[in-house]
């Protein structure tokens, strides 16, 4: 069984737990990770060495004594080692690096044509990864460190299967069903390379930097197109193929209901993503070429705009509505491009209320994704961490 695999109570004083409270400053000492996992200072200790040794953590001197030998205290590496993080999207890529605590070190934005076909588009992105961490103030006047670049995490606005790195079936992605993504990027670099849905690393990021504390989540990202990301008993939920949170083919209109890309009609995506307001604004003579437009719209009050934003917001809280009741979650937060949309959010909250069971709804937190534009590659660089600790 991998740390991914692990039950969260399985987790309580693991190596990646240990690593986190130390990145969060919760604990600077081996005293400190002893006494919030409850673990015996030998187990502690055995762990910290493991985590030493794989250059996650390091020593950085003494702390202050409290009677007896001064502690030595902990510290993740701020220097040197990275991971890159590539949060790819329709129409530009954030790519990062971030440090083995998750924070960004390095990061921008970059326009992508997804239509150019993936090996264009991760070529480009894996030589922006390339050339981050060879321009990071850490790295030698020849170049990055050796072992500088520990991993590179991957979103894909597509279905994802995990185990395997594979793109299966994506609906706004022509060119890059069954490509093997993992494979591709295993040819291009020599560190590991870690694939997943897009959606699945906003709620990853999301749930480690904004709600740690909370075992049952479910982070939607609703932008060009619309998924969630699902955190159950405190990790990541992908069910048995990757495809856990995926719903943005589920139906919400009946017939006569405007075609979807996946072939059926009345999904989601169809009628709530942004393009499909792009698609209906123009259908009622609106000049509006992009989400961008219709977003200003929106805040400029138009009439037919808004009542698509509101429309869209109760489609979204109507397929949430099952969620909530079904998987019972402690909080819905949404991100995104359309997370901004204040109609779209009201609506969404409004039917969620109205349609969920009290108890579902009696301490649900309904609110925005809070963690901003790098939520996507904080995600990335958890999951390359993660893997590193279990390694």
């Not at 090996?119 to 850490?138: C, I, K, Q, T």
Request: proline share 5%; hydrophobic share 45%; aromatic share 2%.
């Amino acid at each position: 069984m991998t740390i991914d695999d692990a039950p969260r109570d399985a987790l309580r004083g693991g190596p990646r737990e240990l690593l986190r409270w130390v990145a969060t400053g919760a604990a600077v000492s081996r005293a400190d990770l002893s006494r919030l996992s409850g673990l015996s200072p030998s187990t502690v200790s055995q762990r910290v060495e493991a985590l030493i040794s794989q250059g996650l953590l390091e020593e950085t001197g003494a702390g202050r004594s409290r009677g007896g030998r001064r502690p030595r205290q902990l510290a993740v590496p701020t220097g040197g080692a990275v991971v890159g993080a590539i949060d790819l999207g329709a129409h530009h890529a954030r790519v990062g690096t971030l440090d083995l605590s998750g924070r960004v070190v390095q990061a921008r934005t970059l326009p992508v044509r997804i239509e150019d076909g993936p090996e264009a588009v991760l070529g480009a992105l894996l030589a922006e990864v390339a050339a981050l961490v060879g321009s990071d103030p850490a790295a030698s006047a020849d170049g990055p460190a050796a072992g500088a670049l520990r991993g590179i995490g991957i979103g894909i606005p597509g279905p994802v299967q995990h185990a395997t790195g594979r793109i299966v079936s994506p609906s706004r992605m022509p060119g890059w069903n069954g490509f093997d993504v993992a494979a591709f990027c295993a040819g291009r670099t020599d560190v590991p390379v870690i694939v997943d849905n897009d959606a699945n690393l906003m709620a990853l990021g999301a749930h480690r930097t904004a709600y740690p504390e909370l075992d049952h989540a479910v982070y939607i990202k609703a932008g060009t197109g619309i998924g969630s990301g699902v955190i159950s008993s405190g990790r990541l939920h992908r069910g048995a193929q990757g495809s856990a949170g995926d719903i943005s083919h589920c139906r919400v209109v009946a017939d006569p209901a405007p075609p979807c890309t996946c072939g059926n009609a009345g999904c989601l995506e169809a009628v709530a993503s942004g393009a499909a307001l792009v698609t209906a604004l123009r259908g009622q003579g609106v000049a509006v070429s992009d989400l961008t437009g219709v977003i200003r719209l929106i805040d400029d009050g138009d009439r037919q705009a808004t009542a698509l934003a509101r429309q869209a917001g109760r489609a979204v809280g109507e397929i949430l509505a099952v969620v909530v009741n079904f998987f019972n979650p402690q909080v819905v937060a949404i991100g995104g491009r359309l997370a901004d949309c204040e109609p779209l959010l009201a609506s969404m909250r409004a039917t969620l209320y109205e349609r969920c069971l009290p108890l579902a709804t009696q301490t649900l937190l309904i609110e925005r994704v809070a963690a901003g534009q790098d939520v996507g590659i904080t995600g990335a660089a958890h999951l390359v961490i993660d893997h590193v600790v279990a390694a």
